[in-house]
């Protein structure tokens, strides 16, 4: 079992956080926008998480 890292982020302006495993092949990104909380995630790179959640966020 790896370590997961995480790192404050914004998405689409709003405050994020972003998680990884160390392997690279699991992330996740949530984030806060009109009182709600949204995610995405799964077994994709945390460049590609990013890329995601800035499709669905904005």
Known sequence: MGDV?????TV???P????G???????AVLW???GRIHGVG???P???ARVLA???GG
């Open 5 to 9: 890292r995480w790192q404050d982020t």
């Open 12 to 14: 689409a302006g709003s």
């Open 16 to 19: 994020a956080v972003a998680f």
């Open 21 to 27: 495993d160390e392997s690279g092949l699991v992330a």
């Open 32 to 34: 806060q926008r009109d």
């Open 42 to 44: 799964g077994a994709l």
């Open 46 to 48: 945390a460049s590609q």
């Open 54 to 56: 800035e499709e669905l």
